[in-house]
């Protein structure tokens, strides 16, 4: 049980799969090698652009493996483990720890909302803590799962030594200052989305885990860059450059338009699974646009 | 590929687990056994209540497969084969019609919310009636899944020859009207709340599944006979008893209430798999109270 | 403080304005002159479809005035009179009794959502009904106001002689029916929507305040006839032929459609005020051919 | 129509109001001339904190003319002016001209939400500026309206020349970040809340209109500061320790324990309207404790 400095910027890494749908463990370590080139902590596999919520047991641990064969050493490598149940998270935790992941990263239990109180969701993290052989870190992601935990909740959490941080990808910048206020000295919070990066470490979070990250990783290192040297301008700008073409690969078109773009500009893309749609040929279109707007450049 | 008359009332039977939280199929056999007592239509396995989200794949088969056989002659196994991909929903429809299932029950997937558009919800479920050798029933649960499908959807799915109906768990009546005004001909409506039976009836729907009849199947059975016999008065009067009893074990405290109940009327209930939390004593207390205002008696 | 029948139908009567917004009078009294050849009970003026939320202190009395001058014996007058502050809902709620209003429909102050709790909402409806020498009705329309309140909200208030019933736009059959249980005897619930007239009847509502009954006062009462014969099949096939054309004059193209079908239909419509734009005449089309699928007739 | 520097920090002043809810000019004057002790750009009248939408139009007015009364010279007065219909909307602004003010902050109309379309509301924002003979401010404020204005939404109104900032109080630094990206140059976004007024300058906005500048002046426009000199480190430790007392006298207990804050700090606080209650004894301990952990001190 050991901390992790989780400082800097992840992609969380799609899922590559072939025409059939079936798993392609080569792409995604082709796709990591391509990314090592530039400056990333790590990455997460099996986050919610990993399409975790459509995989096997079995295409889990394979995928996990693939990125952990494909990392170089001094790069962190994070998979997401959170199930409905208390017993299924810790399954996915061990697997994914067996898998060589470093830390893992925690959906909540989400289907049965009325019933997921602050009393339950603090015991579920706490018993998937106690459980886990490496550091757990928090996911909030409201947008899919329809629960919004509460900083009430993660500084409760955060008392637990083996979970180490937050991500955020609600983009509640006040629950980020909260939390960051009450919890552990050395809580981690990373922002779960490219959109709202800088304001995110205004107030405070170590970097982020970026579904843009995979795409423009360069962009996304500058931001961080920018805002440590106090550079508060460049890096106003570059954050609000990346703003429309990261909704595009998220909240508006998601996982077939990441994808798409990483098509696009030189990576493995691929389709995601039924019932997630390839892009029409109009929204392909739109997107190229919105890439080429935001100065995001191909991968040589 | 056949039609099923799905008139009448399904209880959605609670998977029982044993203290450890494992799988208990003598339980499921034994309740079965038990409520055939009634005159219930049939059973659905692996619903929301059946906590289908916390299951593997492997207890699931199992689960179908006992109560597959405790199940009589004449009455119908209905099971819940939702999936967030098309690809593990259509695998868990055929497993579920290998081991006995008379029809399947879909729950949309939901977790990529913004991306489940009609086009793709509708693709998802025609994708699944393909391939499915069994009847395929649409179950829509707006409160679990945070997903509200449209009559427009249902509609639209409705012209597939193997979709031969659907459960409305939001409780939504005027949605239930639009689709039976829309839907090709012999389309039948299911309630999936016992606190609003009397008014899907009036409606226009055959019977319910519910969480309900697990309890009280003769007053929900009441209900519909009251009904049929165009005695409204005494139906009313029965629906607005059910109605604190059903909220307790549904909406507010939900699986863990469900099955309390259960244990408390001679049934099996047993634990509900984690994040679930057991009901507090006070809690428990007052479920009893319900119980016994409702006028549900306990098996015997 | 007598108590008062709300048995039977209402329309909610749209407020008639001429082409520059202002109000005028004698549409209003034209419009009720012209309903009262069915048997309806009577009318409510200013509620949503009033635009109530859009007039004048002022306009608002010339309003109540010129329904009471139209209105002959033997039919009630319903007002709107709630707004966000206790005494601005005192002071109108005695302003629309001194224009002769027979009761008034209050809805719940709902700016300051998170501090409308069961207390604060509870003593707003009691210091009201305090102050009214009118009978008090509730009004719950969630779908304009984002707050939705609970039956324990509304069983409370019922505790007051002069709250005599509520005006459940929702749609939830389940509240309607848990306050018809918990509440004192006698008190009455109207349904709020067309949509969900019968089902409402089913579950004890006493009758509805519908925009519908402003285009098709023959079908509304209908239904509730067939009901109360027993004649549940010709109630369930009207209650589906309503819906369509009942959710365009409402949730979908809302108070300028319903205006726009009066015009069409023979009463007096006229414009909405802005924000509310007229239809496009795609959409005009779209209503047309809806009303005419209804079999809704025009008024000679 | 002339351009308008929003920079910096802006209270919106509650109205006071005696024990019997009439109105207290003299409070309203005396409150400002307090807080003009410090260097505050200006003040905002009749916003949410204002009781806007309980006050009657000749009280809107006075409490206008008040504000104006009381402003030293070089201090901007904003008055909040929007109302559910366009006519209401501009009737109020040129009162609030009239008055004084330098500029109005517009609510957007939420009521018929289903309606109020991107083109229903641009179109509002568009004849309202025209009509104004000053400056227009656009008001989102979600969390009680239960509309969220896009940013597309804003980016269009942000065309009309006399629309010159808007106001976000649902604190979406995203969206921000996109109308900064795309309005016009100049175009000013001053952040709602103070919980996220520092994410806000790192997204570019040009400050704030805070409740909690009310009881808190120096700690907003040390942040300010702080910001500007690029101190992160200070601006952050000052934002995070002001969230849980924003919290307090915003979202959790709103207007009335913004009062008695006031109250309890050395300026007038006074009741709140009804429905709004008067705290309870423990909420009013609770909320002494946060005042004091905040390091908030009484005026002198």
């Known amino acids: 049980m050991s901390y992790i400095n989780l400082s800097g910027i992840f992609p969380p890494l799609p899922t590559s799969f072939d025409k059939y749908e079936n798993l392609l463990p080569e792409k ?5 090698t391509r990314l090592c080139e530039y400056d990333l902590t790590g990455f997460l596999i ?105 900083s009430a909740m993660i500084i409760a959490m955060a008392s637990h030594p083996n979970i180490i941080g937050m991500k955020e990808s609600g983009g509640n910048v006040v629950k980020m200052g909260e939390v960051l206020l009450r919890a552990k000295p050395g809580f981690q919070v990373l922002a779960g989305g490219a959109g709202f990066l800088l304001p995110a470490l205004s107030t405070g979070a170590v970097g982020g885990i970026l579904a843009l990250a995979n795409i423009a990783p360069s ?36 996982v077939p338009a990441l994808k798409e773009a990483m098509d696009y500009l030189g990576l493995y893309g691929g389709p995601a699974r039924r019932p997630l749609l390839p892009l029409t040929d109009d929204v392909r279109r739109q997107l190229a646009e919105l890439i080429a707007e935001s100065g995001i450049e191909k991968f040589n």
Chains 1, 2, 3, 4 share one sequence.
Not at 28 to 32: E, K, L, P, V
Request: hydrophobic share 45%; with cysteine.
């Open 28 to 32: 995604i370590r082709q796709n990591i």
């Open 219 to 254: 962009q996304c290192l500058q931001i961080v860059r920018s805002f440590k040297e106090g550079d508060m301008i460049s890096a106003m700008r570059l954050q609000h450059m990346m703003i429309p073409v990261n909704a595009a690969v998220t909240a508006r078109w998601g």
């Open 46 to 150: 099996l986050g919610s652009n990993g399409e975790q919520v459509m995989l096997t047991d079995r295409e889990k641990s394979e995928a996990i493996a693939a990125a952990r064969e494909a990392l170089p050493d001094g790069r962190l490598l994070l998979a997401g483990t959170g199930g409905q149940s208390t017993r299924e998270t810790i399954a996915l935790t061990k697997a994914a720890a067996a898998e060589g992941a470093d830390a893992v990263l925690v959906l909540n239990p989400f289907y049965f909302k009325s019933l997921m109180t602050n009393e339950a969701l603090v015991k579920h993290y706490l018993d998937v803590a106690d459980a886990s052989t490496v550091p757990v870190i928090v996911y909030n992601m409201p947008g899919n799962t329809g629960l919004d935990m509460t």
